[in-house]
Structure formats: C-alpha cells, structure tokens
C-alpha cells in the first residue's frame, strides 16, 4: 500500500484525522488496505489540492486588501489636491 506516513511534508499538510485514517488503514490485513487504498489516496490528493487553493485564495485577498489600501490613499490624496486647487481658485 502507498500510504506513507512517515513523511514528514506529507503528515504536516493533512489534517490529523486523515492521518490517523491511514495508520487505522495500515493496521488493516493486506486485502482490506487494497480495498481502501484508491479511496485514500483520494482524499490525500483532495485535501492538499484544497489547502493550495485555499493558499492562494488568502494570497489574493492579502494582495487585494493592499490594493484598496494604496487606491484609499490616492483617492485621499486626490481629494486632498482638489480643496487645494478648489481654494486657490477661489481666492483669485
């Protein structure tokens, strides 16, 4: 069976419940693992495909937060200028 606990990267990235599936599924007899084993390593795969997207979803909105952040500033710098100009007009 090719349920590898003992890597570390690996049993770092799955939660502990699917960790403790596979040590249950490796205590099983030879033909019951097999039975299990594309089951598994399914929700391995899944797991991990979630967590990288859910990576990158929170990269993406730490960018856009950032994003807002500078447009907030220009947009109150701009308005800044604006009274400025708005007032030297108004003087003349």
């Given at each position: 069976m090719?349920?590898?606990?003992?890597?570390?990267?690996?049993?770092?990235?799955?939660?502990?419940?699917?960790?403790?599936?596979g040590?249950?599924?490796?205590?099983?007899?030879?033909?019951?693992?097999?039975?299990?084993?594309?089951?598994?390593?399914?929700?391995?795969?899944?797991?991990?495909?979630?967590?990288?997207?859910?990576?990158?979803?929170?990269?993406?909105?730490?960018?856009?937060?950032?994003?807002?952040?500078?447009?907030?500033?220009?947009?109150?710098?701009?308005?800044?200028?604006?009274?400025?100009?708005?007032?030297?007009?108004?003087e003349?």
């Amino acid at each position: 069976m090719n349920i590898r606990l003992t890597d570390e990267t690996d049993s770092a990235s799955l939660p502990r419940e699917v960790i403790d599936l596979g040590k249950k599924i490796a205590e099983l007899p030879r033909e019951q693992q097999e039975l299990l084993e594309v089951s598994y390593s399914r929700v391995v795969e899944s797991v991990k495909r979630r967590r990288r997207i859910l990576g990158l979803i929170q990269e993406a909105l730490a960018q856009l937060r950032l994003d807002v952040k500078y447009l907030m500033f220009d947009l109150d710098i701009t308005k800044k200028e604006r009274d400025e100009l708005k007032a030297r007009l108004e003087e003349t």
